[in-house]
């Protein structure tokens, strides 16, 4: 199964279009727009990932999920995109995609587990923008554009055990990188004044950790939680002239500490709800990239609902069908103090790969940032979440028959 979903992998990646992240406005400012931390089951339950646990699919969000498991496990998610930016004057429509999350486990018993991935922490990444037409006295006719690419993410190694009752603790070692590039344009109207470019790019790697414990509350519930550490992202910063001069400085951010909790319920039904909470500390960061505005802790919720597939002759009985919520401010706010508020609502399902060895989920995202109203930008977007899971003994018994 696992070799099967490596062949997916590939060809994704093969068929993948040239633009890899959100485009999004909101992401030209401070550290941009935040990603969701779960795989496709949670993605659609609210992006629900501190204490959903799980059998085939693998989460490292709280590093204790993984206690659990039995067999060399992994799961790695594809998303698409469509955008609408609206501003009092207009509308605009981005398409973009990427590949977000990764993670892989190797059981070494039914107690002890360890295992890596990847994970999108920060979108850095909007398409270029017009910021300003200037028509006076004072200057030629131009128009200010403005570009910026770029993202931090994280590579998790996590250790995880499994003690009794099914209590589980975890370790987290994270190592983030950050990377972006500026843009700066002015376009004069007159042709024979010459444009001019300037372009700003921040590169850095740092590390940080994470504990993390899960909580059995019955036989069907967990409850979560999980402390990450954040990071002193440290690199280099190169700046390019408009004449081609090049100047360097030491580059260095801060990314903030996150404090989660959650809880899962079900029955024997086949019935499951999760709800999450969680704390980023963004107020103690201190970044080169802080916007006029400022940064805010954040406070994101999440919320979703499960039901199992039924073991019946309609095929459509036999799926799981979930719906999920979630609702956070941006990490900053705008030059006038306003706080950003974002949600989104999901709903999904999943189909079963290779004699049980694996699941197919699917989701679809609906969501919502800003007010033209109150702060002149708003966005909605439509999202696809493809998740792909699967698992294999990580020793098969030898056969003695020739």
Request: no cysteine; hydrophobic share 35%; net charge negative.
């Amino acid at each position: 199964m696992i070799r099967t979903i490596g062949l997916v992998i590939l060809l994704l990646v093969l068929t993948l279009p040239a633009q890899s992240h959100a485009d999004s406005q909101f992401a030209a400012n401070g550290l941009g727009v935040s990603s969701l931390q779960s795989h496709g089951r949670g993605w659609a339950m609210g992006g629900i990932s501190y204490a959903l646990t799980d059998s085939i699919r693998v989460s490292f969000a709280n590093p204790a999920l993984p206690g659990g498991f039995k067999k060399v496990s992994m799961s790695i998610l594809y998303a698409a995109e469509q955008r609408r930016a609206e501003d009092p004057e207009e509308n605009v429509w981005y398409n973009a995609s990427t590949f977000p999350y990764f993670a892989f486990l190797v059981p070494f018993n039914d107690r002890f587990a360890v295992g890596f991935g990847y994970n999108q922490e920060q979108d850095l990444s909007t398409a270029r923008t017009v910021t300003g037409t200037i028509d006076s006295l004072d200057a030629p006719p131009h128009t200010r554009l403005f570009d910026r690419s770029g993202s931090v993410f994280r590579v998790p190694g996590v250790v995880s055990i499994r003690l009794l009752d099914d209590w589980r603790l975890g370790f987290r070692l994270d190592s983030y990188f950050a990377n972006t590039e500026e843009e700066f344009v002015l376009s004069f109207d007159d042709d024979i004044i010459r444009d001019t470019d300037e372009r700003d790019r921040s590169g850095g790697k740092g590390t940080g950790v994470a504990f993390g414990t899960i909580v059995p509350l019955s036989r069907y519930g967990h409850l979560g939680v999980t402390w990450s550490s954040g990071a002193v992202i440290e690199g280099d910063r190169e700046i390019v002239g408009e004449n081609g001069t090049i100047s360097k400085e030491l580059f260095k951010l801060d990314y903030p500490a996150r404090l989660a909790a959650g809880a899962t319920v079900g029955n024997s039904s086949g019935w499951t709800a999760s709800g999450e909470i969680v704390r980023s500390f963004w107020e103690d960061v201190d970044n080169p990239l802080t916007p006029l505005g400022g940064y805010q802790d954040v406070t994101e919720l999440g919320f979703g609902i499960e039901r199992s597939g039924r073991k019946t002759a309609d095929w459509h009985s036999r799926l799981p069908y979930r719906l999920g919520f979630r609702t956070a401010p941006l990490s900053y706010l705008d030059a006038a103090g306003n706080e950003i508020d974002t949600w989104s609502v999901m709903g999904g399902t999943s189909l079963v790969l290779g004699r049980d060895k694996g699941r197919l989920d699917i989701t679809y995202e609906y969501g919502h940032m800003g007010d033209v109203d109150e702060i002149g930008l708003r966005e909605n977007y439509h999202r696809i979440v493809i998740g792909f899971s699967g698992q294999e003994s990580w020793r098969k018994r030898k056969s003695y028959i020739e």
